[in-house]
């Protein structure tokens, strides 16, 4: 057993006493303790500013180093750092983009921070989803939405294939989500005032740049094609929607 673990122990058998009787603590298995440390390691990561900041950031959506950088006005050594000590703890990962390859996207591991991340509201009139060939993912996550949130969504692309994906159709039935059957429209059809644009595609974040407000790198199921890939998409669409929908309310 490590000392911290050790420690923890200790510290609960120490506590877990009065003056009329004697409270007799099971001994934690190896597996809790290993759970206690964990959840430690994340607090102890979260206790500096800048790197609260960070995960508040990366709540919303996926960010690169450099926009981060940017963002925070901080000099990439000492990002880097923070960056370091946050994926030590288990709280980030990074992907490489799809679109440029020398440029990678921070992102939240899904869940990590459940109990702990602050995520603020924001008002929009419409979510518009946006891939580059709005045939899978866009269409998924708007379909998604819709099914989590009062406040409209639709999809677009920066370069429209001639059609949906014929595995976004066969994800979305084996899910039972029903997916509206449209043609892929490019974003300057679409796009109207008072969206909120969300990008699902890395190529199309890079393209649109400042123009997206939120990003969520999740890798293309259309060149595997196959079954686990579409399922793997609308999972993580899934997980990022549910935690983002709560957060945003309609807008007049």
């Keep these: 057993m490590s000392e911290a673990c050790a420690g923890v122990r200790r510290g609960y058998r120490a506590i877990l006493t009065d003056k009329d009787r004697s409270v007799k603590i099971e001994s934690m298995n190896t597996e809790q303790m290993a759970d206690v440390a964990a959840r430690a390691a994340v607090h102890a990561a979260l206790a500096d500013p800048a790197r609260l900041l960070i995960t508040d950031i990366l709540a919303a959506g996926d960010v690169s180093p450099s926009e981060l950088a940017a963002m925070l006005a901080m000099p990439s050594n000492l990002l880097a750092h923070h960056l370091h000590v946050l994926e030590q703890a288990g709280l980030l990962t990074r992907r490489r983009s799809e679109g440029d390859r020398r440029r990678s996207y ?89 969206d909120l644009v969300v990008t699902v595609c890395d190529r199309a974040r890079e393209e649109l740049g400042p123009l997206a407000a939120v990003h969520w790198s999740v890798p293309d199921p259309v060149p595997a094609g196959d079954p686990d890939s579409f399922d793997a998409a609308l999972a993580e669409l899934g997980h990022r929607i549910e935690r983002f929908a709560p957060s945003l309310t309609a807008a007049p």
């Design 106 to 194: 921070l992102r939240l591991v899904p869940g990590a921070l459940d109990s702990l991340s602050y995520l603020p509201s924001r008002r929009a009139r419409r979510v518009l989803f946006v891939c580059t060939a709005n045939s899978a993912r866009s269409h998924l996550a708007a379909a998604l939405w819709r099914r989590a949130s009062k406040v409209p969504a639709a999809s677009a692309g920066t370069h429209p294939a001639a059609m949906i994906a014929a595995g976004a159709i066969a994800a979305a039935g084996r899910h039972h989500l029903p997916l509206r059957r449209q043609q892929p429209r490019h974003i300057s059809r679409v796009r109207q005032d008072g």
